[in-house]
Nanobody
């Protein structure tokens, strides 16, 4: 599959920004789709993901209460809505999906899911700075 992210840019601390991702080649069922990020000098980490049936969302503690994920009506577009942005949110944000059984994140966490995801976009840079 292919994923194309858009919406990155420069935003001041405390500001808001939304990212979009258009995915193709999604599996027919049992997959996760969501957002990961990689800050300069750090490893890629999970931010927020959603199950294929929208039944459950998982997110990193660092973004709880600030970031949300949503999907377009057609199901092949996923959005990341970010508010109260901090300088430490500066990173390249990647959209990703993987045909992975439900319950995987419950067993292995977002870090485990990151390693199992199979399809990745090229990323979009979000810079939080005044």
């Amino acid at each position: 599959g292919a994923l194309v992210e858009s919406g990155g840019g420069l935003v001041e601390p405390g500001g808001s920004l939304s990212l979009s991702c258009v995915a193709s080649g999604l599996p027919p069922d049992s997959y996760y789709i969501g957002w990961f990020r990689q800050a300069p000098g750090k490893e890629r980490e999970g931010v927020i993901v959603i199950q294929h049936n929208d039944a459950k969302t998982y997110y990193s503690d660092s973004v709880a209460g600030r970031f949300t994920i949503s999907r377009g009506n057609a199901g092949n577009t996923v959005y990341l809505h970010m508010k109260s942005l901090k300088s430490e949110d500066t990173a390249v944000y990647y959209c990703s999906f993987g045909a992975i059984r439900m319950g995987y994140v419950d067993d292995y966490g977002l870090e485990g899911l990151r390693k199992a995801m199979t399809d990745w976009g090229k990323g979009t840079l979000v810079t939080v700075s005044s």
